[in-house]
Protein backbone atom coordinates (compact mmCIF):
# COMPACT_ATOMS: atom_id res chain seq x y z
CA UNK A 1 0.00 0.00 0.00
CA UNK A 2 1.31 3.73 -0.94
CA UNK A 3 2.01 6.19 1.47
CA UNK A 4 -1.42 8.35 -0.15
CA UNK A 5 -3.33 5.05 0.97
CA UNK A 6 -1.96 4.45 4.63
CA UNK A 7 -4.77 5.21 6.83
CA UNK A 8 -3.82 8.18 8.98
CA UNK A 9 -4.83 6.90 12.13
CA UNK A 10 -4.60 10.13 14.36
CA UNK A 11 -8.21 10.53 12.21
CA UNK A 12 -9.30 7.57 14.28
CA UNK A 13 -10.60 7.68 17.93
CA UNK A 14 -11.13 4.46 20.16
CA UNK A 15 -14.48 3.30 18.57
CA UNK A 16 -12.81 3.95 15.08
CA UNK A 17 -9.43 2.72 16.11
CA UNK A 18 -11.29 -0.64 17.50
CA UNK A 19 -13.26 -0.98 13.82
CA UNK A 20 -9.53 -0.78 12.09
CA UNK A 21 -8.10 -3.35 13.89
CA UNK A 22 -11.39 -5.96 14.07
CA UNK A 23 -10.92 -5.30 10.18
CA UNK A 24 -7.35 -6.48 10.21
CA UNK A 25 -8.24 -9.45 12.37
CA UNK A 26 -6.74 -8.20 15.84
CA UNK A 27 -8.54 -7.73 18.71
CA UNK A 28 -10.14 -4.74 20.03
CA UNK A 29 -8.27 -3.80 22.92
CA UNK A 30 -5.01 -2.62 20.56
CA UNK A 31 -7.25 0.53 19.90
CA UNK A 32 -6.46 1.37 23.62
CA UNK A 33 -2.48 0.40 23.16
CA UNK A 34 -1.74 1.80 20.40
CA UNK A 35 -3.67 5.33 21.61
CA UNK A 36 -1.30 4.97 24.92
CA UNK A 37 1.76 4.93 22.66
CA UNK A 38 0.49 7.73 20.43
CA UNK A 39 -1.22 9.76 23.05
CA UNK A 40 0.32 9.79 25.85
CA UNK A 41 3.46 8.75 25.24
CA UNK A 42 4.55 10.44 22.04
CA UNK A 43 5.38 7.39 20.08
CA UNK A 44 4.55 7.31 16.73
CA UNK A 45 6.97 5.01 15.70
CA UNK A 46 4.92 1.33 14.96
CA UNK A 47 8.46 -0.85 15.49
CA UNK A 48 9.22 1.31 19.03
CA UNK A 49 5.80 -0.62 20.44
CA UNK A 50 6.72 -3.12 22.18
CA UNK A 51 3.90 -4.49 23.83
CA UNK A 52 2.19 -5.55 20.22
CA UNK A 53 2.95 -8.43 18.01
CA UNK A 54 6.27 -7.80 15.26
CA UNK A 55 3.73 -9.29 12.35
CA UNK A 56 1.01 -6.44 14.19
CA UNK A 57 3.74 -3.74 13.88
CA UNK A 58 4.58 -4.60 10.51
CA UNK A 59 1.13 -4.72 9.05
CA UNK A 60 0.48 -1.18 10.48
CA UNK A 61 3.92 0.13 9.13
CA UNK A 62 2.24 -0.74 5.64
CA UNK A 63 -1.35 -0.12 6.10
CA UNK A 64 -1.23 2.74 8.24
CA UNK A 65 0.60 6.03 9.44
CA UNK A 66 0.37 8.77 11.89
CA UNK A 67 1.30 11.86 10.02
CA UNK A 68 1.30 15.87 11.51
CA UNK A 69 1.33 19.00 10.09
CA UNK A 70 4.54 20.54 9.65
CA UNK A 71 5.52 23.78 12.12
CA UNK A 72 6.08 26.41 10.21
CA UNK A 73 6.64 28.93 12.40
CA UNK A 74 6.68 29.53 16.45
CA UNK A 75 6.57 33.05 18.23
CA UNK A 76 6.56 33.89 21.77
CA UNK A 77 4.86 37.22 22.93
CA UNK A 78 6.47 39.20 26.03
CA UNK A 79 3.20 37.78 28.18
CA UNK A 80 4.68 33.77 27.83
CA UNK A 81 1.94 33.14 24.97
CA UNK A 82 2.96 31.12 22.27
CA UNK A 83 1.49 30.65 18.99
CA UNK A 84 2.17 28.20 16.19
CA UNK A 85 2.08 28.02 12.51
CA UNK A 86 1.40 24.85 11.27
CA UNK A 87 1.51 23.92 7.54
CA UNK A 88 -1.43 21.33 6.20
CA UNK A 89 -2.00 19.18 2.97
CA UNK A 90 1.68 19.23 2.37
CA UNK A 91 1.68 22.53 0.97
CA UNK A 92 1.76 26.63 2.19
CA UNK A 93 -2.08 26.32 3.41
CA UNK A 94 -1.13 26.31 7.26
CA UNK A 95 -3.12 27.13 10.78
CA UNK A 96 -2.69 28.42 13.81
CA UNK A 97 -3.01 27.28 17.36
CA UNK A 98 -2.28 29.52 20.73
CA UNK A 99 -1.29 28.19 23.98
CA UNK A 100 -2.21 30.55 27.11
CA UNK A 101 -0.07 29.47 29.76
CA UNK A 102 -1.43 30.82 33.41
CA UNK A 103 -0.27 29.89 36.84
CA UNK A 104 -3.76 27.28 37.66
CA UNK A 105 -3.09 25.77 34.07
CA UNK A 106 -2.13 25.87 30.74
CA UNK A 107 -4.84 26.23 28.05
CA UNK A 108 -4.19 25.62 24.00
CA UNK A 109 -6.78 27.56 21.91
CA UNK A 110 -7.44 25.06 18.85
CA UNK A 111 -8.30 25.78 14.81
CA UNK A 112 -11.08 23.65 13.10
CA UNK A 113 -11.15 25.17 9.70
CA UNK A 114 -8.95 27.01 7.08
CA UNK A 115 -10.32 30.50 7.45
CA UNK A 116 -14.26 30.79 8.34
CA UNK A 117 -17.66 30.49 6.34
CA UNK A 118 -19.00 33.16 9.07
CA UNK A 119 -17.85 36.49 8.08
CA UNK A 120 -18.34 38.09 11.44
CA UNK A 121 -17.46 41.64 10.93
CA UNK A 122 -15.02 41.86 13.74
CA UNK A 123 -13.01 38.75 13.01
CA UNK A 124 -9.94 38.59 11.28
CA UNK A 125 -10.26 35.51 10.63
CA UNK A 126 -12.94 35.99 8.47
CA UNK A 127 -12.23 38.15 6.55
CA UNK A 128 -9.31 35.89 5.42
CA UNK A 129 -12.25 33.84 3.93
CA UNK A 130 -12.37 30.60 4.20
CA UNK A 131 -10.46 27.00 2.39
CA UNK A 132 -11.81 24.01 3.72
CA UNK A 133 -12.46 21.95 6.81
CA UNK A 134 -9.88 20.34 8.97
CA UNK A 135 -9.63 16.49 9.50
CA UNK A 136 -9.74 15.12 12.84
CA UNK A 137 -5.75 14.50 12.68
CA UNK A 138 -5.22 18.26 11.88
CA UNK A 139 -7.28 19.26 15.18
CA UNK A 140 -6.15 16.75 17.75
CA UNK A 141 -2.60 17.17 16.43
CA UNK A 142 -2.23 20.61 17.39
CA UNK A 143 -3.03 19.17 20.66
CA UNK A 144 -0.23 16.09 20.60
CA UNK A 145 2.14 18.78 19.34
CA UNK A 146 2.02 21.04 21.54
CA UNK A 147 1.02 18.81 24.78
CA UNK A 148 4.37 16.43 24.25
CA UNK A 149 6.02 19.78 23.34
CA UNK A 150 5.97 21.28 26.66
CA UNK A 151 6.43 17.30 28.46
CA UNK A 152 9.57 17.55 26.57
CA UNK A 153 10.54 20.91 28.01
CA UNK A 154 9.92 19.41 31.51
CA UNK A 155 6.17 20.33 32.28
CA UNK A 156 4.51 17.66 34.21
CA UNK A 157 1.33 18.37 33.06
CA UNK A 158 1.33 19.62 29.38
CA UNK A 159 -1.83 21.09 28.27
CA UNK A 160 -4.69 20.86 30.61
CA UNK A 161 -7.39 22.71 28.86
CA UNK A 162 -8.35 22.87 25.58
CA UNK A 163 -10.59 25.55 23.65
CA UNK A 164 -11.95 25.10 19.91
CA UNK A 165 -11.63 28.86 19.85
CA UNK A 166 -9.44 29.15 17.14
CA UNK A 167 -9.93 29.59 13.29
CA UNK A 168 -12.88 28.57 12.06
CA UNK A 169 -16.90 27.71 13.05
CA UNK A 170 -16.36 24.41 15.08
CA UNK A 171 -19.93 23.02 14.60
CA UNK A 172 -19.41 23.52 11.09
CA UNK A 173 -17.47 21.06 10.93
CA UNK A 174 -19.47 18.74 13.87
CA UNK A 175 -17.91 14.96 13.07
CA UNK A 176 -13.81 16.38 12.99
CA UNK A 177 -14.51 18.25 16.13
CA UNK A 178 -16.12 15.77 17.89
CA UNK A 179 -13.76 12.84 16.66
CA UNK A 180 -11.08 15.29 18.30
CA UNK A 181 -12.93 16.02 21.34
CA UNK A 182 -13.22 12.27 21.70
CA UNK A 183 -9.47 12.01 21.95
CA UNK A 184 -9.47 14.72 24.35
CA UNK A 185 -11.86 13.41 27.34
CA UNK A 186 -10.59 9.74 25.80
CA UNK A 187 -8.59 8.44 29.36
CA UNK A 188 -6.28 6.54 27.21
CA UNK A 189 -5.20 9.30 25.07
CA UNK A 190 -5.41 12.89 26.96
CA UNK A 191 -8.20 12.56 30.01
CA UNK A 192 -9.14 15.94 30.05
CA UNK A 193 -11.97 16.65 31.96
CA UNK A 194 -14.89 17.67 29.76
CA UNK A 195 -15.17 20.56 32.07
CA UNK A 196 -11.67 21.57 30.31
CA UNK A 197 -12.64 21.25 27.03
CA UNK A 198 -14.86 24.14 25.56
CA UNK A 199 -15.89 24.41 22.11
CA UNK A 200 -17.34 27.77 20.93
CA UNK A 201 -19.90 28.59 18.24
CA UNK A 202 -21.37 31.74 16.57
CA UNK A 203 -24.67 30.15 17.06
CA UNK A 204 -25.14 26.95 14.52
CA UNK A 205 -28.39 26.17 16.42
CA UNK A 206 -28.78 22.57 14.97
CA UNK A 207 -25.32 21.75 15.42
CA UNK A 208 -25.66 22.62 19.01
CA UNK A 209 -29.20 20.19 19.45
CA UNK A 210 -27.13 17.84 17.82
CA UNK A 211 -24.16 18.32 20.08
CA UNK A 212 -26.28 17.50 22.86
CA UNK A 213 -27.00 14.20 21.97
CA UNK A 214 -23.09 13.08 21.73
CA UNK A 215 -21.30 15.24 24.53
CA UNK A 216 -21.50 17.27 27.24
CA UNK A 217 -18.30 19.32 27.06
CA UNK A 218 -18.09 23.23 27.91
CA UNK A 219 -20.43 25.58 25.76
CA UNK A 220 -19.44 28.99 24.83
CA UNK A 221 -21.32 31.13 22.24
CA UNK A 222 -20.40 33.93 20.78
CA UNK A 223 -22.94 36.64 21.73
CA UNK A 224 -21.81 40.30 20.83
CA UNK A 225 -25.11 41.46 20.65
CA UNK A 226 -28.63 42.22 22.99
CA UNK A 227 -30.37 42.15 20.32
CA UNK A 228 -31.14 40.94 16.60
CA UNK A 229 -30.64 43.94 14.90
CA UNK A 230 -27.31 44.72 16.00
CA UNK A 231 -25.87 40.94 15.76
CA UNK A 232 -27.60 40.43 12.59
CA UNK A 233 -24.49 43.49 11.56
CA UNK A 234 -21.82 41.84 14.04
CA UNK A 235 -22.59 38.16 13.29
CA UNK A 236 -24.49 37.85 10.00
CA UNK A 237 -25.41 34.14 11.22
CA UNK A 238 -28.04 35.80 13.63
CA UNK A 239 -30.04 36.15 9.73
CA UNK A 240 -30.79 32.76 10.29
CA UNK A 241 -30.73 31.71 13.67
CA UNK A 242 -31.65 34.62 15.48
CA UNK A 243 -30.93 35.12 19.47
CA UNK A 244 -34.15 33.39 20.48
CA UNK A 245 -33.66 29.75 18.96
CA UNK A 246 -29.98 30.23 19.79
CA UNK A 247 -30.73 30.56 23.39
CA UNK A 248 -33.39 27.95 23.47
CA UNK A 249 -30.28 25.79 22.36
CA UNK A 250 -28.70 27.02 25.35
CA UNK A 251 -30.84 26.02 27.73
CA UNK A 252 -31.84 22.90 26.32
CA UNK A 253 -27.89 22.38 26.48
CA UNK A 254 -27.90 23.12 30.35
CA UNK A 255 -30.58 21.45 31.00
CA UNK A 256 -30.98 18.72 33.34
CA UNK A 257 -26.58 19.77 34.93
CA UNK A 258 -26.74 21.75 38.24
CA UNK A 259 -23.44 22.81 37.56
CA UNK A 260 -23.26 23.31 34.17
CA UNK A 261 -22.70 26.84 33.03
CA UNK A 262 -23.21 28.37 29.54
CA UNK A 263 -19.90 31.02 28.87
CA UNK A 264 -21.26 33.94 26.73
CA UNK A 265 -18.42 35.60 25.19
CA UNK A 266 -18.88 39.56 24.09
CA UNK A 267 -16.41 41.36 22.22
CA UNK A 268 -16.32 45.22 23.41
CA UNK A 269 -16.63 47.95 20.59
CA UNK A 270 -16.01 50.95 20.80
CA UNK A 271 -19.49 53.10 20.62
CA UNK A 272 -21.04 49.82 18.67
CA UNK A 273 -22.43 47.80 21.65
CA UNK A 274 -20.35 48.91 24.78
CA UNK A 275 -23.37 51.35 26.22
CA UNK A 276 -25.24 51.12 29.85
CA UNK A 277 -28.59 50.84 27.88
CA UNK A 278 -26.58 47.53 25.72
CA UNK A 279 -25.59 46.22 29.31
CA UNK A 280 -29.61 46.90 30.44
CA UNK A 281 -30.55 44.77 27.29
CA UNK A 282 -28.04 41.89 27.94
CA UNK A 283 -28.37 41.57 31.82
CA UNK A 284 -32.25 40.99 30.82
CA UNK A 285 -31.72 38.76 28.30
CA UNK A 286 -29.11 36.08 29.63
CA UNK A 287 -30.17 36.30 33.08
CA UNK A 288 -32.51 33.55 33.55
CA UNK A 289 -29.87 31.55 32.17
CA UNK A 290 -26.78 29.44 34.33
CA UNK A 291 -24.29 31.48 32.79
CA UNK A 292 -20.93 33.40 32.66
CA UNK A 293 -20.00 36.50 30.70
CA UNK A 294 -16.73 37.02 29.22
CA UNK A 295 -16.16 40.82 28.19
CA UNK A 296 -13.16 40.73 25.40
CA UNK A 297 -11.87 44.02 24.89
CA UNK A 298 -11.28 43.91 21.09
CA UNK A 299 -8.02 42.98 19.36
CA UNK A 300 -7.17 45.70 16.70
CA UNK A 301 -5.90 44.04 13.15
CA UNK A 302 -5.30 45.83 9.75
CA UNK A 303 -8.14 47.17 8.30
CA UNK A 304 -10.20 46.52 11.07
CA UNK A 305 -13.42 49.39 10.72
CA UNK A 306 -14.02 48.84 15.09
CA UNK A 307 -11.98 50.20 17.78
CA UNK A 308 -11.67 48.94 21.54
CA UNK A 309 -14.26 50.42 24.08
CA UNK A 310 -12.04 52.43 26.85
CA UNK A 311 -11.64 50.84 30.26
CA UNK A 312 -13.91 53.31 31.93
CA UNK A 313 -17.26 51.81 29.71
CA UNK A 314 -16.04 48.13 29.88
CA UNK A 315 -15.82 48.57 33.85
CA UNK A 316 -19.24 50.17 33.73
CA UNK A 317 -20.87 47.76 31.10
CA UNK A 318 -19.31 44.90 33.99
CA UNK A 319 -19.84 46.60 37.14
CA UNK A 320 -23.80 46.91 35.99
CA UNK A 321 -24.14 43.28 34.50
CA UNK A 322 -22.63 41.68 37.07
CA UNK A 323 -24.91 43.84 39.80
CA UNK A 324 -27.94 41.94 38.22
CA UNK A 325 -26.09 38.06 39.43
CA UNK A 326 -24.67 37.27 36.86
CA UNK A 327 -21.01 36.30 37.15
CA UNK A 328 -19.28 38.87 34.68
CA UNK A 329 -14.93 38.77 33.83
CA UNK A 330 -13.50 41.15 31.57
CA UNK A 331 -10.90 38.82 29.67
CA UNK A 332 -7.29 39.86 29.88
CA UNK A 333 -6.02 40.16 26.33
CA UNK A 334 -3.03 37.92 25.46
CA UNK A 335 -0.67 37.98 22.97
CA UNK A 336 -1.68 40.87 20.97
CA UNK A 337 2.49 41.37 20.17
CA UNK A 338 2.18 38.61 18.09
CA UNK A 339 -1.86 38.57 16.64
CA UNK A 340 -2.50 35.53 18.74
CA UNK A 341 -5.21 37.54 20.68
CA UNK A 342 -8.89 36.64 20.09
CA UNK A 343 -9.68 37.84 16.72
CA UNK A 344 -6.40 37.78 15.78
CA UNK A 345 -5.54 34.67 13.75
CA UNK A 346 -5.07 34.22 10.22
CA UNK A 347 -3.02 31.90 9.28
CA UNK A 348 -2.19 31.28 5.62
CA UNK A 349 -4.37 29.83 2.65
CA UNK A 350 -6.02 30.12 -0.66
CA UNK A 351 -9.53 31.47 0.38
CA UNK A 352 -11.67 29.40 -1.85
CA UNK A 353 -14.50 31.58 -0.92
CA UNK A 354 -13.30 34.85 -2.37
CA UNK A 355 -14.47 36.90 0.17
CA UNK A 356 -10.50 38.49 1.34
CA UNK A 357 -9.85 39.59 -2.31
CA UNK A 358 -13.36 41.49 -2.38
CA UNK A 359 -12.47 43.06 0.81
CA UNK A 360 -9.33 44.20 -0.59
CA UNK A 361 -11.36 45.68 -3.17
CA UNK A 362 -13.59 47.59 -1.06
CA UNK A 363 -10.48 48.95 0.99
CA UNK A 364 -8.86 50.38 -2.14
CA UNK A 365 -12.39 51.50 -3.06
CA UNK A 366 -12.59 53.76 -0.14
CA UNK A 367 -9.11 54.97 -0.10
CA UNK A 368 -10.65 56.53 -3.92
CA UNK A 369 -8.98 53.79 -5.73
CA UNK A 370 -10.51 52.84 -9.16
CA UNK A 371 -10.85 49.22 -10.47
CA UNK A 372 -11.51 48.66 -14.15
Given at each position: ?16 L ?16 L ?45 G ?79 T ?79 K??I ?44 G ?22 K ?32 Q ?5 K ?22
Amino acid sequence: MSDTQKINLLNLNRAGLESFFSEIGEKPFRAKQLMQWVHQRGMIDFAHMTDMSKALRETLSLNACIEFPRIGAMQKSADGTRKWLLNVDGTENAIECVLIPEKSRTTLCISSQLGCTLNCSFCATGKQGFNRNLSTAEIIAQLHLVHHSLLNEGQEQGITNVVMMGMGEPLLNFDAVMGAVDMMCDDYAYALSKRRVTISTAGVVPAIKKMNQVTDVSLAVSLHAPNDALREQLVPINRKYPISELLDACRAYIDGYKSRKITFEYVMLKGINDSLAHAQELAKLIGGIPCKLNLIPFNPYPHAIYRCSDKTTIDRFREYVSSKGIITVTRRARGEDIGAACGQLVGQFKDRSRRSQKIKIELEQIRGVSHA
